[in-house]
Structures are given as C-alpha cells and as structure tokens.
C-alpha cells in the first residue's frame, strides 16, 4: 500500500507543495528509466565496438546524466526542505505574536465580568461571555500551533518532575465533569492503589488526558459511558480511556496522528478540532519514553491508550 502510495504523483505533489515533475518520486522514476536505457546503450555500443577508448566515452556519458539527474533530486528534495522550514518558522513567529494580544483580551474580558460587571445588563455580559469563550479557544488554537512548530523543529524541550498520574486524570476528569453532565454522559475512573510516580512535563501530560478525554465526550453519544482505567504493565503506566461514540472509519485510522487529520464521519457531527492534538500527544507521549495507540470500531466506540515509564 506504501508503495502504491509513493507512485501516486499528483497526490504527492498537492501534499508537497510542487508540480508533479518536482516531486522526488518522479524524479527517482525518471532516474530509473535513465539507468535501464544508459546500461542498454552502453551493452550495445561495446557490442559493436572493440576499442576500450569508446566504451570510456559511453560510460562516463552516463556517468555525466546520472549525475545530472541525481543533482535534480537532490535540489528538488532541498527545496521542499527550505519551504517546509519556512512554513514552520513563520507558524511560530506568527504564534508567539498572536499570543500576546489574545492573552489581553482575555484578561480585559475576565476583569469586565469580575470586578466591573456592575451597570452591565443580561445582553452585554453574555456578549463578553463569548468574546471570553472564543479568546480562550483561541488561544488553545495558538499553544497547538506552537507546540506543533516545536515538534516540527525538534525544539520541543519538556520537563522533567515527579507526576502521581492517577492525581493528575482525577483533577482532569474534575475539569469535564461539568461538559459531561450536560451531555449525560457517566464517566469512571478505576486504578488500582498505590501506583508508583512517573517522571515527566505535568504540563504537556495535562494537555494529552485532556485531549484524549475532551474527544471522548464530543464524539460520544448522549447517555453514554466513558471508561478510564490506570494499570502498571512491567516499567511502565498504560493509561486507557474508553468511550462508546461514534468510532473511527477502518480506511481512515492510518491516518489519525497525522496533522490536521479528521475522519470524515467527525466532520459530519460538526464538532470543534484542528486535526493537531493526536499529533501533539503522540510527540510527547513518544519523547517521553512511551507509545500511544487506540482500537476502534465505527458507530461502536474507541479506546485510546498511552504508556509512559515509571520514575
């Protein structure tokens, strides 16, 4: 399928960026077809031809296009390396300037509904409720961006702090309780007593059970259950989450962690994503020591897991 995938050229050059001709597939193709003709051509002229003197000639003539054709590669795959480090470069500059009006608007909007609300009427509060919402989403949008551009940098450095992982999905689960209600969805957290710490980013940990979870809810069914469970499995802590939601297509879920990825059935339910926090838990779920994968089945449910070492 990888290989049926590489020889998709138009495929390729939308997902790259370039023109068909500029895509290392085609150029590789290209250098193949060379090869079989020069190797032809030259057997035929030694066929023909005693004098070593024009058998050098033919050889180095197809030494000269090898090389001609392999320098055409290798800038064309340059050149998709300088634009992709362009692009990440300007989503982190473009990020870190975005966050600091935003963070404004949020304080501005957080002061106004705290200590200012006073003269306000219904309308007015609940129009600087939302401008509070969307700057909130807003900047979760940015952080993702951000963290994404580090990824994409190798610079996405995390800490290094003990972690009860147990504490840290209860304050989580805590944190939704409110979103869950709402949709009357039960969710259960089971583990065992006494688990041993990992050492680990608080922080980035945070950021993936709440992805994880936040998924769990949008894409569940109303009334349904959500399940998390905690276990040791030799040196590590595997981290599951269970749901009973809307599944992901067979034909889709080698995609899943990839950028800006989502299932089509998710677009169909209109719900609220970039397509960025798988990707950014896999990074960090990856660069601390662990693995993440998931089962699905579609209008079934799913169950993502994660492992991570313990301290």
Known sequence: MQFINDLNLKKQ????????????SFLFIVMGFVIIIAMTATYYVSSFYNDPAVLVVAESLVVIILFIIGNSVIRGVEQIAKLNRMKTEFVAIASHQLRTPLSAIRWETELLTSKFNEGLNEKQLK??????????????????LLDVARIDQGQLFLKKEKIDLAQLTQE????FSSLASSRNIHISFKHPEHLPSI????GKIRLIIENLLSNAIKYSVDHGNIEITLKRVDGFLVFGIKDNGIGIPKNQQDQIFKKFFRSNNVLKYQTEGTGLGLYIAKSIVEQSGGKI???SRENTGTVFSFSLPVK
């Open 293 to 295: 994968w998931f089962e």
């Open 199 to 202: 050492v680990g980013d608080s």
């Open 127 to 144: 129009s600087i409720e939302s401008i509070n919402i969307l700057g909130n989403r807003m900047t979760r949008l940015v952080n993702d």
């Open 13 to 24: 050059a939308k997902e790259l960026g370039v023109s068909v001709w500029q895509t290392p």
């Open 172 to 175: 989580m689960i805590d944190n």
